[in-house]
């Protein structure tokens, strides 16, 4: 039987298992994917007003993943790149920390 309250539930479950880990590169990486399951949830139960606040955890997750993937690449290839790369991290890093604020306020 099609139950959306456990439909959104795993998939928030799926949000709040990877957030433990956060910001180790495999966490960021299972968050992203959680929240991009989520959004398809909400958008086939439609319920579309909460996909901003989802899309907006979810773009932060993906800054700090492509950055984390673009120094991973770099090491051992360019290290000037590197050099500019790697102290973008702690921003992305922090804006994502502000976006899960939002996300689950204290």
């Known amino acids: 039987m099609f139950d959306p309250t456990r ?3 795993a998939r928030l479950r799926d949000l709040e298992r990877a957030e433990a880990g956060l910001p180790a590169p495999d966490p960021v990486h299972d968050m992203r994917v ?3 399951r989520l959004r398809a949830a ?3 139960l439609r319920l579309r007003e909460f ?3 989802v899309k907006k955890l ?3 997750l993906g ?3 492509d950055l984390q993937l673009q120094i991973a690449w770099l090491k051992g290839r360019d290290a000037v790149l590197l050099r500019r790369h790697a102290p973008l991290l702690g921003k992305v890093e922090r804006a994502l920390q ?3 604020q939002e996300w689950q306020p204290a």
Do not use: F, K, M, N
Request: aromatic residues 0%; hydrophobic residues 55%.
């Open 7 to 9: 439909i959104l539930a």
């Open 34 to 36: 959680a929240a991009r």
């Open 42 to 44: 909400l958008r086939l």
């Open 51 to 53: 996909d901003r606040a």
């Open 58 to 60: 979810q773009d932060a």
């Open 63 to 65: 800054d700090v993943r």
């Open 98 to 100: 502000s976006a899960l």
